[in-house]
Structure formats: C-alpha cells, structure tokens
C-alpha cells in the first residue's frame, strides 16, 4: 500500500507530523518545567537509540534489495549477451531471426523500469513471455538440424539461464520493506522526536530549531530509504547500462 503513495506526498506528510510531534513534545514539556521531573536523559537517550537502529535495520534491507536489482540487471544483460554470441553458431537462418528477436527482448527489458505499474509490468512481461516462446521454437529447430552439445546445447544452456534471470530479476523488481516495518518506523519516529522535544521543554530551554532540524533530518531518512525501495519510480534508479551495452553489442552482430 504504502509504495502507491507519491514519495512527495509521503516526505511532506512525515515531515509535518514529525515536526509536528516535536513541536507538541516541546510545548508540554514547558508547561510542566516546575514538576521536578528533570532526569529524563537516559530514556530520551533509549527512544532516539531505538530511532537510529530502526533506521539502520530498514536502510539495509533498503539498500540490500537495492544492490540485488542492480545486480539481476548485471546478470540478465550477461546472459542476453552471451546467448546472442552462441546464436551466431548456428545456422545462419536461425542465426538471423534469433538476434532480431533478442534485439526486440532488450528493449522490453529495458522498459521495465518505465513500466512500474502493475498493468505496464504485466504487459511487458506477457511481451517478454511471448519473444521467449520463440526463441524457444527456434531452439527446437536447431536442435532439429543438429543436436550436438555444440553449439546447439550450449546455445539452449544459455536460452535456459537468460530465462532464469528473467524471473530473478522480476522478483527482485517486486521485492518491497514490508509495510509494517515502515509503519512501525514512523511511529518510533513520531514518538522519538516528540520525546525529544519533551525533554527540551522539561529542560525550559525553549530551543525550536534544533529540535525541529533533528525532525526534518529524520524525514528525509525515511524518504531515502522510500526511494531506494521504489525502482522505476523513485530519484535513485537501478542503473542500466549493461542492457544499454548489450543493446548496442545486438546491433553490430545483427548487421
């Protein structure tokens, strides 16, 4: 659910009710300065301490499936290749129609990143389905004319592992922080920084700034670890220049 937001919309909306938190934390903490509940420093410390780990804790698995997509971009563009090197081994007909169609399924790989809705990533993977299919059939055929392990078996071995990473990289794409998490995130944050803000006002020294600094610098990491868990749709994208290479290796064997 939460991925269906706007990442602007989610920044401002956290932004404020963290400021917000802060600020009311503040507030209350002024009007009770008198009640001799001073020595607070070590719970505050506990509640920011819990704050900083579970944003370490959701960066990572942000950062980890991050590094993954990158990765499963690498491996399908490696794949891709070296099944359009091995397609040149066989005969020249086959050859031929095998690089147009490979020619065709990097550029669908490449949109995906376009296509983060779950419509447009349907579609291109029913598109995707269906140029796999025949490059199959022409598997078939070659197998056919000659079923030698070369170059015909190690041609399929690489059709077969160009599939494979299909799906890895597709599971990779879908792989999301699971809501509760985030959630449970942003209530540990609305309370740090309301505790924080209670503590300031207890200490009567009235400081807005720092505290509401400390909030925004708490949303924007929440924002970021948003962004990095958003492929296709966030400000940092999976980068990828290995399918671009690969698109323009097809390119010179096709001529």
Not at 85 to 112: C, F, G, H, M, W
């Amino acid at each position: 659910y939460l991925s269906s937001i706007p990442l602007w919309l989610i920044f401002l909306v956290t932004t404020a009710c963290i400021v917000a938190a802060g600020e009311a934390g503040r507030r209350y903490g002024t009007r009770h300065a008198g009640d001799g509940e001073t020595d607070i420093g070590s719970l505050e410390g506990a509640i920011l301490g819990l704050l900083a780990l579970m944003i370490s804790f959701t960066f990572s698995i942000a950062l980890a499936r991050f590094d993954d997509r990158r990765q499963a971009v690498l491996s399908e563009a490696n794949s891709i290749g070296t099944t359009a090197l091995r397609a040149k081994l066989l005969p020249a007909a086959i050859a031929t129609e095998n690089i147009a169609l490979l020619r065709q399924y990097v550029d669908l790989r490449l949109s995906i990143m376009q296509r983060s809705t779950p419509d447009g990533l349907d579609k291109a993977l029913g598109e995707s389905n269906a140029i796999q299919l025949k490059l199959w059939a022409l598997a078939g055929k070659a197998a056919a004319a000659d079923n030698g392990m070369v170059p015909t078996g190690l041609y399929i071995n690489s059709l077969n592992a160009m599939i494979d990473d299909q799906a890895r990289r597709l599971a990779y794409f879908r792989a999301r922080v699971p809501d509760l998490v985030l959630i449970t995130l942003y209530i540990i944050a609305v309370a740090a920084i309301g505790f924080a803000g209670y503590a300031d006002g207890l200490a009567n020294k009235g400081r807005q700034r720092p505290v509401r600094l400390m909030a925004t610098i708490v949303a924007l990491a929440l924002w970021l670890i948003q962004d990095l868990d958003r492929p296709g749709s966030g400000l940092l994208e999976t980068d990828m220049q290995p399918l671009v290479d690969v698109a323009l290796s097809l390119e010179q064997l096709a001529r």
